[in-house]
């Protein structure tokens, strides 16, 4: 007879539905069961076919060179990462960028998604003398996926961003800012342990500035707080950015944590990741690894060791990375206007400086995002509804004066342009469509 499942707390938060948890099982579905299906959803990159040979010719090489690949598969790391790798990183950016860091300051996460949830859980929480402190989020909305890390309830605290329009006399393009005021005041009320943001932000390739960074810098100094940066998508790589001046220097001060990731330059699969930080940080982050998981993968490490080694890592970013997902995102923008256009529907889309995301905010949408994408994925298209990426809003007390900001929660949807072209024009068809059609039949 099977026992009745009684599900601690801890477990009961880490198991519930949860917005990254639907978005993994919609990926995974489509793989298996649903090739047919447009996939404009995940956060899964494109397969470029110049990084591909990169990566072909590394892995080769690691297979030709003795038994170093035997190596990469049956023996554990120390939890920290491998030596030559972190030595690696750390010199890249020492070298490169004039980053005071060497092999202390780095950790190699299974991915930043586990490095993120290690970090958070050892900064905020309940500390050992009763004190709950946050995360604060300076701009909502913000990844789906860290909405969800805490084991304490109520980690995150959100400040909404100020919806703004670059040109005044053209809706069309929005952009999210920083509200400093709001920032500052939660700042004030509440124990912060860290500012987090991802940048550029997913879901809405919104790149803070660096004047902006540099007054969370200034704001995390003033109340003791961490400033973490997560460039999953950034610069100096994978480099998914518009400005190319963002591949050419690193924000870093005592305070900065900094999390870089091998996904998006095209080895999501190997979750290799690589946190840049203080030395207890690291020390406290690796011990966390080792319980949680013994050691990071290797394989992802030994691949790519030579273009890190190189500064090869940087060229591809400049070269071959950034200027493919330029060239998609305009043409993913040229064909939403002009699909929007043909059905008559009025669509905003936030001003996308990085990343390979549109997010797409309909004005007349009546029903709700989660409607919209119910029905988009009865149609074959898989999109990502805007409401999961508003989170911590309740919990930070913060008046949302912005009647735009409050209808905008329900009626954004995050979609990626990383699928084929001929996948990219045939999905973005079908939600004018059917975001026009949602919004004539009531």
């Not at 005071?100 to 003398?129: C, D, W």
């Not at 999953?232 to 790589?237: I, K, T």
């Not at 013994?294 to 490490?301: E, F, I, P, R, V």
């Not at 990375?321 to 060239?327: A, C, G, L, T």
């Amino acid at each position: 007879m099977v026992p009745e499942l009684i599900v601690s707390a801890v477990g009961a938060k880490l198991s519930q539905e949860s917005g990254i948890l639907e978005l993994m099982n919609d990926l995974g579905e489509t793989v298996a069961l649903r090739p047919d299906m447009l996939t404009l959803g995940g956060g899964n990159p494109a397969e470029m076919p110049e990084m591909q040979a990169r990566w072909r010719v590394a892995t080769e090489r690691l297979m030709a060179d003795g038994d170093a690949f035997d190596k990469a598969l049956s023996h554990y790391d120390a939890p920290q990462g491998e030596t030559r790798f972190l030595d690696a990183f750390a010199a890249l950016f020492r070298e490169k960028f004039n980053v005071p860091i060497t092999r202390a300051n780095v950790a190699v996460t299974s991915g930043a998604q586990l490095g993120a949830f290690s970090l958070f859980n050892l900064l905020a929480g309940r500390t050992k003398e009763g004190r709950v402190r946050k995360i604060l989020i300076p701009l909502v909305p913000e990844y789906v996926g860290y909405a969800d890390m805490g084991i304490e309830p109520g980690l995150f605290v959100g400040c909404p961003g100020v919806i703004t329009y670059p040109d005044p006399n053209d809706r069309a393009i929005f952009k999210y800012a920083v509200d400093f005021d709001a920032v500052e005041s939660a700042l004030r009320r509440e124990d912060v342990a860290a500012i987090l943001l991802s940048r550029p932000t997913n879901p809405s390739g919104n790149l803070v500035t660096r004047e902006e960074l540099a007054k969370l810098d200034a704001l995390a100094e003033r109340y003791g707080a961490f400033l973490i940066v997560d460039n999953a998508y950034g610069g100096p790589f994978p480099g998914i950015v518009e400005d190319e001046k963002e591949l050419e220097s690193v924000f870093w001060t005592p305070r900065t944590i900094l999390f870089y990731s091998l996904s998006k330059i095209g080895l999501p699969s190997l979750r290799t990741a690589m946190m840049i930080a203080s030395e207890e940080i690291v020390e406290r982050v690796s011990a966390m690894t080792a319980i949680l998981g013994l050691a990071n993968n290797s394989l992802g490490q030994r691949i790519a060791f030579p273009l890190v080694a190189s500064g090869e890592i940087l060229d591809v970013s400049r070269e071959i990375v950034r200027p493919y997902y330029r060239k998609r995102r305009a043409d993913a923008i040229e064909i939403l206007r002009r699909e929007c256009a043909r059905v008559g529907l009025d669509a905003r889309l936030h001003d996308s400086e990085g990343a390979f995301f549109l997010w797409l905010w309909a004005p007349q949408l009546q029903c709700g995002s989660k409607a919209l994408y119910r029905r988009l994925k009865e149609k074959g298209v898989l999109a990502i509804p805007g409401d999961g990426f508003f989170y911590g809003l309740a919990e930070s007390d913060v008046e949302l004066h912005d009647p735009d900001f409050e209808r905008s929660r329900t009626q954004t949807l995050r979609i990626s342009f990383s699928s084929s072209e001929a996948v990219v024009e045939r999905g973005l068809r079908v939600i004018a469509e059917t975001i026009a059609e949602m919004t004539t039949a009531r």
